[in-house]
């Protein structure tokens, strides 16, 4: 189950990648020519007070697509779920895919006039290793085992396990070297500049291509203190375009949500079986399992305007679904026929010799993401209808990840961002790092190795 999902209201032409970066002139030492900034029309975005809105901390979707449009990334993602160059000029592959070369782009300026380098990346990445679990992209160096600047203008990654689509994870905001502290030097490469900012307050963003007035040229980013306060503008007609994800929209109920749009990301949830369970061992009886908490269900009847099953993590829309799904009675037959049968109080037992045991598991999910918490929720109460005893445990993230390293549960709600063409043995493979609950398969380390 895809649990991330974006939201626009209005659609925009914004100056991305896709252009050149500032001409040279746009720093040269002739008197720049004078705009009226009150002759342009101004648009108007919001983002939340968060983290100083240091762009390697802000998690929001607000606050990532305002900072986007002044930072930009290595690479962003297109619409077949290919990765795009931005700040990258192109990439290379060696050592059966586990050395991945960037070769950066030489002629992008930051907007105090500095050339853009590899130590500016260097920089970025380090920020972000220190930063840890506190910034959303660390999750995406979970492969790498090194990193360093090969050359002013490349860098190279070393990774654990070979994986092609590594690029398609490089999506993260580049900053200038040393411009992180107390405060944040608003000093991008983006297609807008930051003109004023207004901490607790706004921001005013100016294209750098005022030239061009078929684009947009002047934004209002109103600081907001949460995603209702943000709806209630948009209601209000302040506010031009709102960005959600599931888990913000989850914390607003309103039927006029059902007018949004959503759009694929990478992001994916899934549920992690223990195979190191006795119980859980038996393929059959995870089989069940699979049948009853079907990606499709759960998004259908919990989030069906925020989030999609996803039938194939390397793409979403491409249909590798079983077609063929068991009935709720057929589903309790199985049950029966393996020796799980209900007691009085409808709870599933299996009878030995000398005592019944019953068919009960626990959900992990880490408690500060409540769109996971909602999920792992509802997943419990679909298994329980059928007798199967679950019940869900919310633990804080440190304790969370370290239930999962050392395989402390029963069921886990996980999350994970998939890269194109990914290779999955971090996820499926034996001694994968995501492979939490311990599947092991020499066909499929086989398969995988194949790949």
């Known amino acids: 189950m895809k649990i991330t999902a974006v939201v626009l209201i209005v659609c925009l032409l914004f100056c991305g990648c896709g252009v050149k970066s500032p001409d040279s002139d746009h720093f040269s030492d002739q008197q720049p020519k004078q705009y009226n900034l009150s002759e342009y029309q101004e648009i108007n975005m919001y983002a939340l007070r968060e983290s100083n809105l240091n762009p390697l901390l802000v998690s929001s979707e607000s606050g990532k697509l305002v900072l986007s449009l002044i930072f930009r990334p290595l690479f962003t993602i297109g619409q077949n779920f290919d990765y795009l160059p931005c700040l990258a000029e192109n990439v290379t592959f060696s050592n059966n895919c586990k050395t991945v070369d960037i070769s950066l782009k030489k002629d992008i300026l930051w907007d105090d006039g500095s050339s853009f380098s590899s130590s500016d990346l260097d920089y970025t990445v380090n920020k972000i290793m220190e930063y840890g679990e506190e910034s959303p992209y660390f999750q995406y160096f979970s492969n790498v085992e090194g990193y360093a600047p090969s050359g002013t203008y490349s860098y190279r990654f070393n990774l654990a396990s070979a994986d092609a689509g590594f690029p398609a994870l490089l999506t993260f905001p ?18 807008f500049t930051v003109k004023e900012y207004k901490e607790y307050s706004s921001l005013l963003l100016v294209s750098k291509n005022l030239e061009d007035q078929t684009n947009i040229c002047k934004i209002k980013v109103s600081l907001l203190p949460d995603n209702l306060s943000a709806f209630s503008g948009y209601k209000l007609g302040q506010i031009d375009l709102f960005k959600l994800s599931a888990e913000d929209a989850l914390s607003i109920s309103s039927d006029e949500t059902k007018s949004f749009v959503s759009s694929n990301t990478n992001k994916y949830t899934f549920l992690a079986v223990n195979h190191n369970n006795s119980i859980l061992s038996d393929p059959a009886l995870r089989k069940i399992i699979a049948e009853i908490t079907q990606a499709e269900t759960v998004t259908k009847d919990l989030v069906p305007d925020f989030a999609v ?5 390397v793409n979403p829309s491409a249909n590798f679904s079983i077609t063929n799904k068991t009935s709720y009675d057929d589903l309790k037959l199985e049950l029966d026929l393996l020796g799980y049968t209900t007691n009085e109080s409808g709870v599933r037992i299996k009878k030995t010799a000398d005592k019944a045991k019953k068919l009960s598991f626990n959900i992990i999910v880490n408690s500060e993401n409540h769109s996971k918490v909602i999920a792992a929720e509802y997943i419990a109460n679909l298994l329980s209808s059928y007798g199967i005893s679950t019940v869900v445990s919310e633990l804080e993230y440190s304790l969370y990840v370290d239930a999962l390293k050392s395989a402390s549960f029963d069921l886990a709600l996980c999350e994970t961002a998939i890269s194109l063409n990914s ?12 492979n939490f609950g311990g599947y092991s398969s020499e ?6 190795a194949s790949i």
């Open 174 to 191: 580049v900053v200038k070297k040393g411009s992180l502290g107390d405060t944040v030097d608003f000093i991008g490469t983006g297609s």
């Open 423 to 434: 290779d999955y043995t971090f996820l499926l493979g034996t001694d994968g790092s995501m």
């Open 309 to 313: 099953k996803a039938d194939s993590m």
């Open 443 to 448: 066909k499929a380390d086989l398969l995988l």
